[in-house]
């Protein structure tokens, strides 16, 4: 099975600062997806960006931003101008290439400081 | 348009005593699936299925069952609860594009 592991268990950032949450993932696969999901505090999963790992380009939106190293399979996030409203659990998530099955790390803790 | 919905959101348990988790869809997506979320940790998949009549198991399946006998429900069923099954569940669906999950806002199961 496949494993995903965030190393930083709670991190924290300055308001209008940036911060790069890191994820490394272990497979045998050469195709799958990837994905950074936000947990607020009411728990309502919400996907932040993905990853196609057929794609050399790294994926952005506003102001987050995917370096996705294939080879080191390391899928880290980058949020530009940290805001208060990013303060959240991020879960980075694999989705296998066959059956579609999702694999979770554990997640980081983000806390934004005024 | 609900997306997915879960019921109830919030349920106390007894040792022993069984409970079916509902889940609904109405985007009309194939896969669906259901995770548990212990306290500070992330999602571990628990059952999944790929369409109507197929289901399989996740990581996590031990003291759970699912059917699926529509595109839109996917009920999780919980037999002989154990304080060890104390949780939140989510339920989640994914499209035919098969690129991203859609959540359900989970439900938060405590078994005494």
């Known amino acids: 099975a496949q494993t995903v592991t965030q190393s930083q268990p709670e991190m924290s950032v300055q308001e209008a600062e940036t911060v790069t949450l890191s994820c490394t993932y272990d497979?045998?696969?050469?195709?799958?997806?990837l994905f950074w999901y936000k947990q607020p505090p009411s728990r309502q999963m919400i996907l932040v960006i993905r990853q196609e790992a057929y794609k050399q380009q790294n994926a952005t939106e506003n102001r987050f931003s995917v370096n996705f190293q294939k080879a080191a399979k390391s899928f880290s996030l980058k949020i530009s101008d940290s805001q208060l409203g990013d303060a959240a659990m991020y879960f980075c998530?694999?989705?296998?290439?066959?059956?579609?099955?999702?694999?979770f790390g554990s997640g980081t803790k983000l806390n934004v400081k005024p | 348009n609900a997306g997915v919905t879960q019921t109830p959101k919030f349920r106390i348990l007894k040792i022993g005593q069984s409970m079916t988790l509902q889940c609904t869809q109405d985007?009309?997506?194939?896969?669906m699936y259901w995770y548990r979320q212990d306290p500070g940790m992330g999602l571990k998949l628990i059952y999944y299925?790929?369409?109507?009549?197929?289901?399989d198991k996740g990581e996590v399946p031990n003291g759970y069952n699912v059917s699926r006998s529509t595109t839109e429900d996917f009920p999780l069923r919980l037999e002989l609860a154990a304080p060890s099954q104390t949780s939140v569940y989510f339920c989640?669906?994914?499209?035919?594009?098969?690129?991203?999950?859609?959540f359900g806002p989970g439900t938060r199961l405590l078994v005494l």
């Open positions: 299925s790929v369409g109507a009549g197929i289901t």
């Open positions: 497979t045998s696969e050469s195709d799958y997806y």
């Open positions: 985007m009309n997506h194939n896969y």
């Open positions: 998530a694999y989705k296998t290439n066959n059956f579609n099955k999702f694999y």
């Open positions: 989640a669906s994914m499209g035919g594009s098969r690129e991203t999950q859609y």
